[in-house]
């Protein structure tokens, strides 16, 4: 079996922060980077798609309610409803909610203010395309920077993803205790990241391509990105 | 054709904290009013729409309303019709 470079995309709005540094992090983990653009309804054949962090359109009327009717997010509606691994980091993940792609909604933090600083992530789930090598239990330390991270959802929604195992990161410490002392934002309990049913559509606050290069920080990032990259190679098999 | 003026009030659902509302009223009693409570903190947009009635009016703003200017996971919205512009 010959072994493909996955190339993974990675979607640029106006306002768009982190677009480079998920350009550069898949480059780093080995993966073929490919940038997207907005306004073009083409995924250029990538075989996962990365929505990056910053403050797209302005941030205006809500976070990632205005990215979502973007003429990209159609395509990558489309591509996440065959399957396909997309994650979204920070303004990334409230795009996907406001798409409806993943469940809840994301309000300013409960201390009104903007939090900069490394956290530790207790992982809930190995079944999705950016945890597929990490083991539930385990923490990684990645750093997050937002103003608007507090995940929030209705009552139905939250039944829905604890019960359902949705939740794929909380906050944590170092040890993996989730607690309110644990907690940077006010999220409904500890929730960092959720995910879809399948697992191929995954959304966390914090930056895990902030975190893969050793001389700049932690590097918990790592092992989202082997993830992802493993889960295109998978998506190419299949 | 006639425009017709509107206004769409969004509020965060009522069991959800709202931050900034907390925030406006712990500051009011630096300024001597210390009877508020409650305080909550939302948006109000004006629109125009150009519509061949009413009906058709109100319908395509209540789903606007609902699309775009609210996330119904999190917000109550009230769409207040405000005149016919001559």
Known sequence: MTVRT??????TFPGSLDDRDALRAIATMGGEAV??????????????????????YGDYL????????APVMEEVVRFADRGSPVLGI?????ILCESGLLPGALIRNRSLRFVCRNVWLRVETSLTVVTNELT?????????KHGEGQWVATPEQLDRVEDGN????????????????????????NIAGVRNEAGNVVGLMPHPEHAVDPDIGPVGGQPLFASLLRSALVGIAT | MTVFAFEVLVSLKDGLSDPQGKAVESALPALGWTNVSGVRVGKHIQLDVDAPDQTAAV???EEMARRLLSNPVIEDVRVLEVEAKP
């Open chain 1, 166 to 189: 949705l939740v794929v990161f909380r906050y944590a410490s170092r040890e993996g205790i989730v607690d309110a002392a644990h907690n940077p934002n006010g999220a409904t309990d």
């Open chain 2, 59 to 61: 319908a395509q703003v």
């Open chain 1, 6 to 11: 996955p190339r993974i995309g990675v979607v």
């Open chain 1, 136 to 144: 539930p239990g385990e923490t990684v330390q990645i750093p997050i």
């Open chain 1, 90 to 94: 920070c303004n990334g993940f409230q």
């Open chain 1, 35 to 56: 940038p997207l653009w907005h306004a073009d309804a083409d995924l250029r054949g990538v075989d996962a798609v990365v929505l990056p962090g910053g403050f797209s």
């Open chain 1, 62 to 69: 809500r976070c990632g309610a205005i990215a979502r009717f």
